[in-house]
């Protein structure tokens, strides 16, 4: 089996895959570990579905985590008999990276556009809701063309309590009106119906700006929260990330 994990600014998600079938997916909180604790934790994370180091067969990363990714190159090795790929320059991805510099694009976002043509065609574009709202665009040629980065719904919402005296945190749930009937509904009206206005917003850009009927995929841990609310946007690929990283690893196997 191979073991998928992708590394973000707030969770870490892992992947479990048996051929092409997804069998166990989970995600923790990223944080600061020595190189035992995130062997543990991931040790941790397979057995509560009863899978241990000696079912896996090879392990794929992505991280946007520098000190993580380090981390993640000593411990990969320990949890797996088989070859492991840390997707970065290098790497085989079966992609053509056209921007100025295409050693900036983060890997999350070369591993979401892989997964997204592969599962979705070309053109296509991708919007992953996480720490930061991130669109990325592949063209009708199957190549990356570039993206948005946007601050994500909590990082932004957070950024203005820090920055109020009154305001406080609310749960992400659509309020009873966009109209706010109290101070903590006109917040929920603004998070979330304010970021479901900037993805449709910049949507509708990059669609003229790559022309045709691209298909326009979400994911990530807050696409489920925030999609509904979205006019230009209905289709959500829960997995996207950890499909992309299996597709990369295959890749590169086939290479060898």
């Known amino acids: 089996m191979l073991l998928t994990i992708d590394v973000g600014n707030t969770q870490v998600a892992v992947g479990l895959f048996r051929h092409d079938d997804l069998v166990g997916h989970w995600r923790f909180s990223t944080k600061e570990q020595t190189k035992d604790e995130m062997r543990w934790e991931l040790l941790g994370v397979l057995a509560l579905d009863g899978f241990t180091p000696g079912d896996i067969e090879g392990v794929a ?7 993580v990714t380090a981390t993640m190159r000593y411990v990969a090795p320990n949890l797996s008999h088989g070859p492991v790929v840390v997707v970065g320059p290098g790497i085989r991805t079966g992609m053509p990276i056209l921007i100025d510099n295409p050693r900036e694009v983060g890997a999350d976002r070369v591993v979401n556009a ?7 065609g070309s053109p296509v574009i991708v919007v992953d809701f996480g720490t930061s709202t991130n669109f990325d665009v592949v063209d009708a040629e199957g190549a990356y063309i570039g993206g948005v980065i946007a601050p ?9 309590i820090s920055g109020t005296a009154a305001l406080r945190r609310v749960e992400f749930v659509p309020p009873r009106s966009p109209i706010g009937k109290g101070t903590v ?16 917003g910049i ?8 022309g045709g009927d691209p298909a326009v995929v979400a994911t990530g841990g807050l696409a489920p929260t925030i999609v509904p609310h979205c006019h230009n946007l209905e289709t959500v690929d829960e997995y996207l ?7 990369i690893f295959d890749r ?3 290479e060898q």
Do not use: C, K, M, W
């Open 152 to 160: 994500g719904l909590e990082i932004a919402t957070r950024a203005l």
């Open 185 to 200: 509904e006109a917040i929920q009206s603004g998070a979330l119906y304010g970021h479901a206005g900037l993805v449709d």
């Open 114 to 120: 892989v997964g997204a043509r592969e599962r979705h």
């Open 252 to 254: 590169n196997q086939e």
């Open 61 to 67: 990363v992505s991280s946007v985590v520098p000190s």
């Open 203 to 210: 949507i509708e850009r990059l669609v003229a700006e790559v």
């Open 241 to 247: 990330t950890l499909e992309g990283l299996r597709i």
